[in-house]
């Protein structure tokens, strides 16, 4: 194992605060494990030669930080707290021109790289760019300008590591912005201030709305409502124009179920040129701001409690072959080992868990919170879908064709009614599936919560009802009770969000 040898000699001398890791028990490892490590290490030392050369942006997406390396080495976890957020809101407000400006302040992207950029930019004419580039995933997307996929990227702050998720903001991309910010803790919302856009996104058709109904449906319980664009000539730091924006927006997110006063934080910032991001604006510009900055907010974020010790649930959200089947998602609860006898469900085929990466570095844990991709043996990669999900053996997760749910009807589609034989597109965790509305049981009071004694046939815009949900193929869900990330959910038709709505009762009849 001369190579391996070197290989450690070389990444010793260029990581700086990495204290040379190894892993200690390579030598305990079997055989394969060991080539395996090998060329993780032999990619990794590629990868550092390739970025001080040239400087793929793909690449500069999954800079792992330090921590993240040293960190789950064993059962105590990782030294800094982890949260996931998902940048939501109107195409065009600047959410990955936000996201690449935080990767450059907290060091994840070089200065050559940014002058990169912004020649390709300044080549397409397309200056105010460059930023965005660091986000984007493909050149489709620096061409149009538009973001499609969900961009991931990691950073870190004093005593935090987090995920980027940056979801799309055009209409046409909802369902990715819906698998992104199912994945997230807390969302960042950003809206701009320019004169016109944060009207074009607000009113009724506009992605702020839907994205903030989303986002609180799919479970990110805080948001950061960042006024982006401040420094814009129409806006040039006014005080007026972000309290109009913050007088316009309070009653609207009260309306989508958050609680302004502890769940929501507004402050402003411009995302191309990084004022008040990772150190507070200047008095000079903006006198009136006395609050917290974008990375002062972000830190003081309370992390949702999660459990480490409940049943495993993985919703699998992508999954390729690399040396087996690997199967990327977040953990929801419980944690993961290698070595782990898993299920993956509905199709109850029994797995081993053959590596775990977090943040492109193989960990021997991952607690819940994490993004992790797992390497599987005993599944083929064509036997896996989006939507199914790796569960404990000794307490799978139920599959059902049938399920009971409380639905808040947002917006039908011109003159329709809801009632029996209703059809839409369920988006639940990763699942996105045709369902059918089969029975309504009950109508509920929104103001006493009580269920109305008449019976009922349809409804209308606004009502909570009861009812029977059916689908096609068989899907892995959760009570809200047990699990409210794997019981909430969706219904969309044509492109339209037109209820939200958590599972109360999984059809025993019809589970598996």
């Not at 793929?56 to 707290?81: F, H, L, N, Q, T």
């Not at 058709?205 to 420094?231: I, P």
């Not at 002062?296 to 390729?320: H, Q, S, T």
């Not at 045709?434 to 209308?460: A, G, R, S, Y």
Request: charge should be negative.
């Amino acid at each position: 194992m001369d190579i391996e040898e070197e290989i450690r000699s070389l990444q010793l001398d260029s990581s700086e605060d990495n204290n040379g890791v190894v892993n200690p028990e390579a030598a305990k490892l079997e055989q394969i494990e060991e080539s395996d490590k090998m060329d993780v290490d032999l990619n990794n030392e590629a990868h550092k030669v390739s970025q001080s050369v040239h400087v793929e942006p793909s690449k500069v997406k999954e800079i792992p930080a330090p921590e993240d390396i040293e960190g789950p080495e064993d059962a105590e976890g990782y030294k800094k707290r982890h949260l996931n957020v998902v940048f939501i809101g109107h195409v065009d407000a600047g959410k990955s021109t936000t996201g690449g400006q935080i990767l450059f302040l907290s060091g994840q992207v070089d200065d050559r790289t940014i002058q990169k950029y912004e020649k390709e930019a300044k080549d397409k004419s397309r200056e105010s760019w460059y930023m965005a580039y660091i986000m984007d995933t493909n050149e489709e997307e620096r061409v149009k300008g538009k973001t499609v996929e969900v961009g991931r990227a990691h950073f870190e702050t004093e005593t935090t590591r987090f995920t980027i998720l940056d979801a799309p903001g055009h209409k046409s991309y909802v369902p990715n912005m819906i698998s992104g910010a199912s994945q997230a803790d807390i969302g960042v919302l950003v809206i701009s201030a320019r004169k016109g856009e944060f009207e074009t996104g607000y009113e009724r058709g506009g992605q702020t709305r839907e994205h903030v109904q989303l986002a609180k449906t799919l479970g990110v319980s805080k948001l950061l409502v960042v006024v982006n664009k401040m420094d814009d000539p129409t806006v040039n730091w006014s005080k007026e124009r972000y309290d109009e924006i913050e007088s316009k927006m309070i009653p609207f997110l009260r309306s989508s179920g958050y609680n302004v006063k502890k769940d929501v934080h507004f402050l402003p910032i411009s995302g191309l040129v990084g004022l008040n991001m990772k150190t507070r604006v200047d008095k000079s510009l903006c006198s009136w701001w006395n609050g917290p900055c974008l990375f002062e907010a972000l830190d003081a974020i309370d992390v949702p409690f999660r459990d480490p010790k409940g049943p495993f649930r993985m919703p699998i959200i992508d999954k390729f072959k690399d040396m087996g089947t690997v199967v990327m998602g977040k953990v929801e609860s419980g944690s993961v080992r290698e070595g782990d006898s898993l299920l993956v469900m509905p199709n109850k085929v029994q797995v081993k868990v053959f590596a775990v990466y977090c943040d492109e570095n193989k960990v021997k844990l991952a607690g819940p919170g994490e993004n992790v991709r797992v390497r599987l043996s005993g599944i083929e990669e064509e036997d896996i879908i989006s939507g199914f999900v790796l569960s404990s053996i000794a307490k799978p997760i139920p599959a059902v064709y049938e399920f009971v749910a409380q639905l808040q009807i947002l917006e039908l589609l011109d003159n329709a009614i809801f009632t029996a034989g209703y059809k839409a597109v369920l988006h639940i965790h990763s699942i996105v599936e045709e369902c059918e509305i089969i029975e309504l049981l009950q109508q509920i009071d929104p103001k006493t919560k009580k269920p109305m004694k008449k019976k009922v046939l349809f409804v209308k815009n606004g009502a909570v009802v009861l009812c029977r949900i059916q689908v096609n193929n068989l899907i892995c869900i959760e009570k809200f009770s047990d699990f409210p990330q794997l019981g909430r959910f969706t219904l969309r038709t044509e492109g339209k969000t037109v209820a939200m709505g958590k599972v109360m009762d999984l059809n025993s009849a019809s589970s598996i």
